[in-house]
């Protein structure tokens, strides 16, 4: 089992950064990946960014550009780093952790507020 825990939302206005972190803890040596989803009132939870074992990241076309993920060295912190914030961007950004059994575990969600 891997516990996540997000913090760092937040209301910012359009323009603004935020940086979301998720704590992992638990069997995170069977983690091969993290990533940060979102789901706007009405919408399917999205990819955001994801980032795997070996570093290797990716991107929502609507983020490249304006969000960074990254992860510590000891790999049980993801962050994500937001700038740019648009109103679209308004959402509940959950943390996911993914085994290499393939088993995806979820945060409980942090809430980004982006005013216009």
């Known amino acids: 089992q891997v516990q996540l825990v997000e913090s760092g939302g937040g209301l910012v206005q359009t323009g603004g950064s935020l940086r979301l972190s998720c704590a992992a803890s638990g069997s995170i040596f069977s983690v091969n990946a993290m990533g940060w989803y979102r789901q706007a009132p009405g919408k399917q939870r999205e990819l955001v960014a994801s980032?795997?074992?070996?570093?290797?990241?990716n991107y929502a076309d609507s983020v490249k550009g304006r969000f960074t993920i990254s992860r510590n060295t000891a790999k049980n912190w993801v962050f994500l780093q937001m700038n740019s914030l648009k109103p679209e961007d308004t959402a509940v950004y959950y943390c996911?952790?993914?085994?290499?059994?393939?088993?995806?575990?979820w945060g409980k969600g942090t809430l980004v507020t982006v005013s216009s």
């Open positions: 996911n952790a993914r085994s290499v059994r393939g088993v995806d575990y």
């Open positions: 980032i795997t074992s070996a570093s290797s990241t």
